[in-house]
């Protein structure tokens, strides 16, 4: 049996994992990952790092955020606990979807994740107080590779399903993109 519903997003590669839940009376199991599984769909690499956040306050916004070729990564990004509205922006230089960006709800209860290839920025909503999440990454974190877009570009439009509550001073610092962003090449 699979452990894992599968949809394809709008965005090429982009892909929502629904896990399946095996229970009885002591509870539940539900695999988070297998390489097994989801390199049939698209993640090609080893897991290099696992990463949580706790977000405290509904409506705080974390992201846009990216590492750059050669360091850019995979995210497989789950929710443990609350719910967020995650999203996923096509930063690839001459794919279709350049700039486009796609959002899904995350929650305990919906067990979905989001598989977000290489080339996406990344970022999310809480939609309650005390959001956790859980993230797996193709590539380890390298300094010199990390970057970001603003959350608040209108050049995206992104639509946050709540009022922002709170933005870091860091996420809020980061870059409008401009006429010379082509994109990322991988």
């Not at 719910?83 to 690839?92: E, G, H, N, Q, Y």
Request: glycine residues 6%.
């Amino acid at each position: 049996m699979s452990r894992f519903k599968v949809t394809d997003l709008p965005l090429a590669g982009l892909k929502r994992i629904e896990r399946q839940q095996a229970g009885d009376s002591r509870g539940f199991f539900s695999r988070l990952f297998c390489a097994e599984a989801l390199t049939v769909v698209g993640w090609r690499k080893p897991v290099a790092q696992i990463n949580q956040t706790l977000t405290e306050r509904r409506g705080t916004v974390r992201g846009l955020h990216f590492q750059k070729p050669p360091h850019a990564e995979m995210k497989l990004v789950t929710c443990l606990k609350g719910s967020v509205w995650d999203v996923a922006v096509d930063l690839r230089a001459n794919s279709p979807t350049f700039l486009q960006w796609h959002a899904e709800e995350l929650s305990t209860a919906n067990r979905c994740a989001l598989l977000i290839p290489e080339g996406f920025a990344h970022g999310f909503q809480s939609l309650e107080d005390g959001c956790e999440l859980l993230y797996l990454h193709s590539s380890a974190y390298a300094a010199d590779a990390e970057a970001a877009v603003n959350a608040q570009d209108p050049s995206f439009a992104i639509s946050w399903p709540i009022s922002i509550t709170e933005l870091s001073a860091r996420d809020a610092s980061h870059p409008m993109l401009n006429a010379t962003f082509t994109g990322l090449t991988l």
